[in-house]
Each structure stands twice: as C-alpha cells, then as structure tokens.
C-alpha cells in the first residue's frame, strides 16, 4: 500500500475572509478582506465601502456590530 500523503501547512492558512455584511439583521453583501485585520480595521474598510455608503443613504449608523471572521452587522435609525 501507498503510504499516506504528507500535508502542506501553508495551503491551511487562510489569508482572507469573507464577511457578510447586515444592516439591522438583514444580510445585504459580502465583503472580502485580509484575515490579519482587527476589528476596527474591519469596521473602518465595511463603513468606507461605497455599496455600503449607499445603503446608508448619508445615515451615520447607530452602531457597528463586529463578530471578527463571522459577519458584520450595522444598526440605523429607522
């Protein structure tokens, strides 16, 4: 029998993330960044997004919901 192939560690790491991207619950887009950045990275490249821009419509948000490598969700008024 053929001996069990070896793995390469390097073909593991995931070097980017996509989020999904909600406003006020509702998935809307997905955005896809680097897996090094920090919360608040990831709050300020999700808010400077144009798409995201345009569904805020010039809203500020009320707030920014960041679950790092899960998703991103953003509350507005209503």
Avoid at 47 to 67: F, N, S, W
């Amino acid at each position: 029998t053929a001996p069990w192939p070896a793995h390469d560690q390097q073909y593991l790491v995931e070097d980017s993330f996509s989020y999904p991207i909600s406003f006020n619950g509702k998935t809307r887009l997905e955005l896809e960044f680097p897996a090094t950045l920090g919360k608040e990275e990831v709050e300020a490249a999700v808010l400077a997004d144009p798409e995201v821009q345009k569904r805020l419509e010039g809203r500020p948000p009320k707030k920014v919901i960041v679950v790092p490598k899960r998703i991103v969700n953003i509350v507005t008024e209503p």
